[in-house]
C-alpha cells in the first residue's frame, strides 16, 4: 500500500476526480485546512481518510497528513486536478526499486496551466537550487514520493508554502538520491489558493527564501550523514 497526502481546502469540484484517479492499492489521506464548501463530507463519502488540520498553511496540512500515514512509501498530491495521481507510479517505482529517495514530479505545463509570475518565480527558484545544491532540479512541484520514516527523520518544520522546499533542502544534505519524473501539469479546478494569485507567490517567495538563506549557511558546513537507508 501507498498512502497519498492530498492537502485540501475547498476542493469540492475537483475531489470527486482526483479521488477516481488513484490507483489500486494508493490510499487518499485528505487533509482538511478549514474548508467551507464540504470538501470532508465528499472526501468521507469516496472512501478517503479525512484528517483535519486547524493551521493553516500548505506546510501544516501536508505534513498533518505525513503523521497520519503508515504506509512505507508516502507520496503527495494537490486536489485541486491540475495534477493527475494515475502518474503517481512513476515516482513510486523509483523508491520501491532502491534507485531513488525522493522523487520529484516535475511539471510540464499544459495550455493554461500556470501564471505567467508563477512560471517565472518557478524558473528562478530552481536556478537558485541548482546554483546552491548542485542537484540537476528543473521544478520543486508538489507531486512527490518518498519512504515514510525517512521523511519523519528529517525533521521538517515549515508549516506554510516552504514546506516542499524544506523536504527537498534537507534530503540534499542528508545526501539522498534525488530524481525528478516528468508529470503533466493541468489547469486546476476552481480558485488558486497559492501561486495562481500574485499575493500567494509573493507569500511563497518570502517563505522559501527563508528556507534558501538557512540552507546556504547549513551547506558551508558540510553535508550531514544520510538517514536513507539507500545510501
Known amino acids: 500500500m501507498v498512502d497519498v497526502v492530498l492537502p485540501c ?12 484517479r488513484l490507483p489500486e492499492g494508493y490510499r487518499a489521506i485528505v487533509v482538511d485546512n478549514g474548508s467551507t464548501d464540504g470538501s470532508p463530507g465528499i472526501a468521507t463519502s469516496l472512501g478517503a481518510l479525512v484528517v483535519h488540520e486547524g493551521r493553516r498553511g500548505f506546510g501544516a496540512a501536508a505534513h498533518a497528513g505525513l503523521l497520519a500515514a503508515t504506509a512505507d512509501v508516502v507520496a503527495f498530491c494537490d486536489c485541486d486536478g491540475s495534477l493527475d495521481p494515475a502518474r503517481l ?48 532540479v528543473t521544478d520543486l512541484g508538489p507531486m512527490r514520493a518518498a519512504r515514510r520514516t525517512d521523511l519523519l527523520a528529517l525533521g521538517l518544520e515549515d508549516r506554510r508554502s516552504g514546506y516542499p522546499l524544506e523536504m527537498f533542502l534537507k534530503a540534499h544534505l542528508r545526501r539522498w538520491n534525488i530524481v525528478e519524473v516528468p508529470v503533466p501539469y493541468a489547469a486546476r479546478t476552481g480558485k488558486s489558493k497559492v501561486t495562481g494569485t500574485l499575493r500567494g507567490t509573493i507569500t511563497a517567495v518570502r517563505d522559501m527564501s527563508a528556507q534558501l538563506k538557512s540552507a546556504a549557511a547549513a551547506s558551508s558546513q558540510g553535508p550531514v550523514r544520510s538517514s536513507s537507508g539507500n545510501e
Open 9 to 20: 481546502l475547498n476542493e469540492s469540484g475537483a475531489l470527486p476526480w482526483v479521488l477516481s
Open 89 to 136: 507510479p512513476a515516482l513510486v517505482e523509483r523508491v520501491t526499486n532502491g534507485n531513488a529517495d525522493l522523487v520529484l514530479g516535475s511539471r510540464q505545463p499544459q495550455r493554461g496551466s500556470w501564471p505567467v509570475h508563477a512560471r517565472i518565480a518557478n524558473i528562478v527558484l530552481a536556478w537558485r537550487l541548482r546554483s546552491l545544491t548542485g542537484e540537476p
